[in-house]
């Protein structure tokens, strides 16, 4: 059976298989060396000892980690970033979109190739930044979360599937005289939750990793995310020491990789339960109804 099985595979799923395998083989060693090193004792680690498994099982790394100031506030700080910019995300992606799916609406394709355009000429980081610091927005939250209210290619993909919904439901809900607030509020917006979750996990990536943005438009240590007090352990130099990485009994290399573990643990919790949104939001921008 297991031989009549193998000749039934063809050569493109053996070669698909092939090649995933090795995929996953990349992607997974590097998390599974960090995540060894930061686990493991001093003396391995300066040795070279560490391959794939800890040697000499040992938390002083993660304890040393969370005791630091720095670290706890920068780890809250990036959570309510990401939790603040992506609720703005999605609500102001959700009424953006809905004008733009309606072929009656007056200028719909000026606006549309208007923010097209914005996906292939961007004015560069000074303009943005003169912006930012006009409005006055500096070293405040707003300038993480304002200037990046609605992503171009999230508002076209949410558009797309305002456009493939029936529209029967509008028509009868017009028939009964609702306005088009209560359209979107009620109707459109409780039907698109599918995609809104797959744009969503979007938004939230990128505010968690997001640390270019923070280091231009924020001066104010105490304000940094954490992707930004990881950037600075890991191009660690004289100038610029840190308690964190002066522990003598300590490896730098176990304080680092404990960081990034630590960093990493929301986004492998949610990823697991949320992938297929991500496979049903490339889809959907390429559906047409």
Not at 85 to 111: E, H
């Amino acid at each position: 059976m297991v031989a009549k099985g193998l000749r039934s595979l063809s050569i493109f799923q053996i070669f698909n298989t092939i090649v995933l395998t090795g995929l996953a083989i990349v992607v997974l060693y590097p998390i599974l060396y960090i995540t060894a090193v930061s686990l493991s004792d001093t003396a391995s680690i300066v040795q070279g000892k560490v391959t794939l498994l800890p040697r000499g099982l040992n938390f002083d790394a993660y304890k040393e980690v969370l005791m630091d100031k720095r670290i706890p506030r920068a780890y809250l700080n990036t959570i309510f970033y990401t939790a603040l910019g992506t609720s703005i995300n999605l609500l102001m992606t959700a009424v953006a979109a809905y004008p733009l799916s309606r072929k009656t609406f007056f200028g719909r394709n000026f606006f549309l190739m208007a923010i097209i355009v914005t996906m292939f000429m961007n004015p560069g980081i000074i303009p943005n930044y003169v912006i930012v610091q006009n409005l006055g927005l500096l070293d405040s939250v707003w300038a993480l979360v304002l200037p990046n209210a609605i992503w171009t290619f999230e508002l076209l993909i949410l558009k797309s599937f305002y456009e493939n919904m029936s529209a029967s439901l509008r028509e009868a809900a017009v028939v009964d005289g609702a306005s088009e607030y209560r359209i979107l509020s009620q109707i459109v917006i409780p039907l698109s939750k599918p995609a809104l979750a797959s744009i969503g996990l979007f938004y939230f990536m990128g505010h968690w990793n997001s640390f270019f943005i923070p280091m231009i438009y924020l001066n104010d240590a105490t304000l940094y995310p954490l992707q930004v007090v990881l950037r600075d352990m890991l191009i660690f130099d004289e100038g610029n020491k840190a308690s964190l990485v002066d522990a003598a009994a300590l490896a730098p290399q176990a304080m680092k990789n404990a960081t990034i573990v630590l960093s990493m643990i929301p986004v492998l919790l949610v990823y697991p339960f949320a992938q297929k949104y991500f496979a049903k939001g490339v889809m959907l921008g390429s559906e047409k109804g």
